[in-house]
């Protein structure tokens, strides 16, 4: 999985391409955290992300609860419609802001 950061203002941006699954789900963690510190709103760009595992769901859900937490927002958009079937069978669509 490839990950592009751009911030503006205060709104962090992570254009994601690949997979999320249990390789690359502790780079998204990593580069969540480090957004999670300089940005109040985060927008996830999905895609080009065409498969998403249960390591990256875990992901998504600690991100969304820091998010959270901390005061801020967390945002999913473009998400493909296999990504979102996924989301609508975990019952994601009811945790996760998507737009």
């Known amino acids: 999985m490839e990950i592009k950061k751009t911030i503006t203002d205060y709104t ?3 254009t994601l391409s ?3 699954d249990t390789v690359t789900s502790p780079k998204l963690q990593e580069a969540l955290a480090e957004l999670m510190s300089s940005s109040d709103k985060i927008e996830l760009d999905f895609s080009e ?5 249960s390591a990256g769901l875990r992901v998504l859900l600690l991100g969304h609860k820091n ?3 901390s005061g801020k927002t967390m ?3 473009n998400v493909l419609p ?3 079937e996924v989301f609508e069978i975990t019952g994601f669509l009811d945790i996760l802001t998507i737009i």
Do not use: F, P, Q, W
């Not at 992300?49 to 595992?53: E, L, P, R």
């Open 18 to 20: 690949g997979r999320l």
């Open 82 to 84: 296999e990504v979102m």
């Open 12 to 14: 962090g941006v992570l």
């Open 67 to 69: 998010a959270s937490a």
């Open 75 to 77: 945002t999913l958009k």
């Open 49 to 53: 992300i065409g498969y998403v595992s």
